[in-house]
């Protein structure tokens, strides 16, 4: 079955770390770039992070720029968002996408898993 | 950045009606826009891409329309299923970036 599946999320505080995972299945994983979309409660979505499949090139908004970082592992087909410098802002479900190959639209996405920062 | 504007927020219509859905880009994108499907407690789905591409799978009644910074996603009939809140998303330049979402309620 074609999939993918976040894990990582929870509740932190301000300022900590949290580090997201997105596991693959059911399609050649290097085949197709990655991202990260998220989604504050009862708002719109927001671009986060992308990544190509090889992992060479990686893109960022510039409001997590600095502070996140993604990543990949093909020979697990897992991908990483890396999470520091946590704001009350960052609040949202964050969803893993599959790009349509490189073509940078998203043609699968996870379930998505819940991210808390509060004190 | 490039800013993608819906309107309007919310359409209240009944099955079987027509919906029509715009979504205007602060700059051209060209045929680089894509719409997306959200159900509550659910993620987004591709509809349509590269602005009147339907994604697989998708029904017919979905269509897309535009180019450079207007664009338009109809629904011809309206089906149950498709109350929900509707998105638009660049892929011009970076950053991606998604619209404020349209809200298709039922009247």
């Known amino acids: 079955e074609v999939q993918l599946l976040e894990s990582g999320g929870g509740l932190v505080q301000p300022g900590g770390s949290l580090r997201l995972s997105c596991a693959a299945s059911g399609f050649t994983f290097s085949d197709n770039a990655m991202s990260w979309v998220r989604q504050a409660p009862g708002k719109g979505l927001e671009w986060v992070s992308g990544?190509?499949?090889?992992?060479?090139?990686?893109y960022y908004a510039d409001s997590v720029k600095g502070r996140f970082t993604i990543s990949r592992d093909n020979s697990k087909n897992t991908l990483y968002l890396q999470m520091n410098s946590l704001r009350a802002e960052d609040t949202a479900v964050y969803y893993c996408a599959k790009v349509v190959v490189v073509v940078w639209y998203f043609d699968l996405w996870g379930r998505g898993t819940l991210v808390t920062v509060s004190s | 950045d490039i800013v993608l504007t819906q309107s309007p927020d919310t359409l209240s219509l009944s099955p079987g009606e027509r919906a029509t859905l715009s979504c205007r880009a602060s700059?051209?994108?060209?045929?680089?826009l894509a719409w997306y499907q959200q159900k509550p407690g659910q993620a987004p789905r591709l509809l349509i891409y590269d602005a009147s591409k339907r994604a697989t799978g998708i029904p017919a009644r979905f269509s897309g329309s535009g180019s450079g910074t207007d664009f338009t996603l109809t629904i011809s009939s309206l089906e149950p299923e498709d109350f929900a809140v509707y998105y638009c998303q660049q892929r011009s330049n970076w950053p991606l970036t998604f619209g404020g979402g349209t809200k298709v309620e039922i009247k």
């Open positions: 990544i190509s499949g090889s992992g060479g090139s990686t």
């Open positions: 700059q051209s994108v060209s045929s680089y």
